[in-house]
């Protein structure tokens, strides 16, 4: 994988090693890791760079106690902008979490204390979340007089449907250990440190050929905006491209010759 020196960071750290393994950090632990819009220019330049870089997998995590607080509500309010200036920004924060989620590399988020507001929807554009006993869910933003604007009901509505969506903006509602995991909101729910678990689980698919990992992390993601009928050609089609790359014939010979692991429950 290149090297990372190249990027000018402010707000977030980023950290590689020999694996092509990155972590993306959000470095703003006296704001709560709130999302300015210096950061998310920043994490479209990260996300625009890094598969192109050779980067393998993604951990998304936090500096602080807590991974996102959300939007930064003092520099929105200090700023007094207009509404098309707010329509600009809030497309600025689709096209950064539209990097992660499509950008074929997986990304998986190492969750702990607030992942409110906007740090849910930064949450939600990565394909795995990993939560730890301190981590807590909430869009506040009926509260606060807001909207989300930063794909919430694409992505949070679909992780934990569009009526409990409509609760959590209504009332406030605060989702947290095992109601979290239940409804969806993340896959992995730990006694220890979730930035552990994430690398663990970073480093896992890793392992799979690139372009396996592209389709996932891409296709699948494509083929949920689609027509059934759409789909199920694309589908076709990435499968006649990525089933018989090279790679795929190696592991499969190997699974023919009984050499490779086989599938079976802990």
């Known amino acids: 994988m290149e090297?990372?020196?190249?990027?000018?960071?402010?707000?977030?750290?980023?950290i590689g090693d020999e694996d092509g393994i990155v972590q993306v950090v959000l470095s703003r632990p006296a704001k709560r890791n709130a999302l300015n819009a210096d950061t998310i220019e920043e994490l479209i330049e990260v996300f625009s760079k890094l598969p192109r870089m050779g980067a393998r997998?993604?951990?998304?995590?936090?500096?602080g106690d807590h991974f996102c607080a959300g939007l930064d509500l003092v520099e929105h309010h200090n700023e007094q902008r207009r509404p098309e200036e707010f329509m600009h920004i809030c497309l600025r924060w689709h096209e950064a979490f539209n990097k992660m989620e499509y950008g074929g590399v997986p990304i998986i988020a190492a969750l702990k204390g607030a992942v409110v507001g906007g740090g849910l929807e930064l949450a939600s554009a990565a394909h795995v979340r990993v939560a730890d006993q301190s981590t807590y869910f909430a869009l506040p933003e009926g509260q606060r007089g807001l909207f989300t604007g930063g794909g919430a009901t694409i992505r949070v509505a679909d992780l934990v449907g569009k009526a409990r969506m409509i609760d959590m903006m209504l009332t406030g509602r605060v989702y947290k250990q095992q109601e979290?995991?239940?409804?969806?909101?993340?896959?992995?729910?730990?006694?220890?440190?979730?930035?552990?678990?994430?690398?663990?689980?970073a480093r896992t698919a890793a392992?799979?050929?690139?372009?396996?990992?592209?389709a996932i992390c891409s296709a699948i993601s494509h083929m949920q905006n689609m027509s059934a009928m759409d789909a199920a050609y694309a589908e076709s089609v990435m499968a006649g491209i990525v089933n018989t790359q090279?790679?795929?014939?190696?592991?499969?010979?190997a699974f023919v010759n009984k050499s490779a692991p086989r599938v079976r429950p802990d």
Do not use: H, W
């Open 57 to 63: 997998a993604v951990v998304l995590r936090a500096e």
């Open 3 to 14: 090297k990372l020196d190249n990027f000018d960071l402010e707000n977030l750290t980023l």
């Open 180 to 201: 979290a995991f239940q409804v969806g909101l993340c896959q992995y729910l730990i006694d220890g440190s979730s930035d552990d678990k994430a690398m663990e689980i």
């Open 207 to 214: 392992e799979n050929p690139a372009l396996s990992n592209f």
């Open 246 to 253: 090279p790679a795929s014939n190696e592991r499969l010979e």
